[in-house]
Structures are given as structure tokens and as C-alpha cells.
Nanobody
Framework: QVHLEESGGGLVQPGASLKLSCAASGFTFDFYGIGWFRQAPGKEREGVSCFSSLGGGPFYADSVKGRFTISRDNARQTLYLQMNSLEPDDTAVYYC???????????????????WGKGTLVTVSS
């Protein structure tokens, strides 16, 4: 049974950094596509960063390129998102999601992900 659990969210000031973690279990972590998504109040869920199947990528949304870094520890089956220079527009619930088949930048499309964690809230405010 696929299980994803996010952690690391919180309240930070603009310009600060935060690192999110996603502990995964129940599937072949090395092979599946996996990524980070976010949903701000009143907005649609959007892709932030991801790896496609078999470790392709990473891929980033233009809005976070140069500020966020995705990484993974296959031995620990954990996905990370290092977020630097946070802005108020980064405020959202951040989700980890996975799917066995994700090709290229399509891993940023929320509709292509079958399994989701419950999310962790990131609030950027002064």
C-alpha cells in the first residue's frame, strides 16, 4: 500500500529557507515518478518540482527555478524539497505525490499523479 507523509512545513518570514521531507513506503521508490505540488488558497493545485519515472529529471516550475531544489535519498525512501528565498506567493499546502509512470516534464502535471500525501502547510509572512 502506497503511503506518503510530508513534514517540515511552518511559518517563516520572506527570504527565509525551509526544507520539506516526504517519507515514502509501499512502492518501488527508485522506479516511480515522484514530486512536490502545492495548492494556495483559492487556487488550483500546481506542480513545483519532480522526478520522472526511473529517476529522470529533475524538473521545476518556472516560479521556483533557482530558489527550490528537489532531491531524493533512495536508501531512506525519502524525497526532499529545499526552499530558499521564500516569498509570500509560496504560501500553500505542499503535497508529495507519486505514480509508477511519469514521462519527462509531465511529472509536473497534478492530473498524472495517482497517490498523494496529506500535505504540509507552508506560510510565508512577515
Amino acid at each position: 500500500q502506497v503511503h506518503l507523509e510530508e513534514s517540515g512545513g511552518g511559518l517563516v518570514q520572506p527570504g527565509a529557507s525551509l526544507k520539506l521531507s516526504c517519507a515514502a513506503s509501499g512502492f518501488t521508490f527508485d522506479f516511480y515518478g515522484i514530486g512536490w505540488f502545492r495548492q494556495a488558497p483559492g487556487k488550483e493545485r500546481e506542480g513545483v518540482s519532480c522526478f520522472s519515472s526511473l529517476g529522470g529529471g529533475p524538473f521545476y516550475a518556472d516560479s521556483v527555478k533557482g530558489r527550490f531544489t528537489i532531491s531524493r535519498d533512495n536508501a531512506r525512501q525519502t524525497l526532499y524539497l529545499q526552499m530558499n528565498s521564500l516569498e509570500p506567493d509560496d504560501t500553500a499546502v505542499y503535497y508529495c505525490a507519486t505514480n509508477p509512470v511519469l514521462y519527462g516534464r509531465n511529472c509536473l502535471e497534478p492530473g498524472g499523479l495517482e497517490y498523494w500525501g496529506k500535505g504540509t502547510l507552508v506560510t510565508v509572512s512577515s
